[in-house]
């Protein structure tokens, strides 16, 4: 599986971004798909998640901002950001695992090549 995540840029506090992640390659449908974070001198996180049948997952740091979802047939998942604020900023990327894969990146075999928001304050 091939992915290409795009959608990035430079939004003031309070504004709106969708990343997109395009996959190529093997089955999409089944595959848990995640986005991920790294923000300088920590360790990528998980921004949220969705499995195979649509259920999701999110950090509380974005939950109630931010909207995973998928759509199987255009292998493509977005992530809807809402309410964006400074601490936003950093590179996001998408990543797919197994059916059961969940919030650590080990979990992870596919990885996008990162798409960069900033939000300015």
């Known amino acids: 599986v091939q992915l290409q995540a795009s959608g990035g840029g430079l939004v003031q506090a309070g504004g709106s971004l969708r990343l997109s992640c395009v996959a190529s390659?093997?089955?999409?449908?089944?595959?848990?798909v995640g986005w991920f974070r790294r923000v300088p001198g920590k360790e990528r996180e998980s921004v949220a998640l969705?499995?195979?049948?649509?259920?999701?997952y999110y950090e509380d740091s974005v939950k109630g901002r931010f909207t995973i979802s998928r759509d199987n047939v255009l292998r493509t998942v977005w992530l809807q950001m809402n309410s964006l604020k400074p601490e936003d900023t950093v590179i996001y990327y998408c990543?797919?695992?197994?059916?059961?894969?969940?919030?650590?990146?080990?979990?992870?075999?596919?990885w996008g090549q990162g798409t960069l928001v900033t939000v300015s304050s």
């Open positions: 990543a797919a695992g197994g059916l059961f894969a969940g919030r650590l990146d080990s979990e992870y075999e596919y």
């Open positions: 390659g093997r089955t999409f449908s089944s595959y848990t």
């Open positions: 969705i499995g195979w049948s649509g259920g999701t």
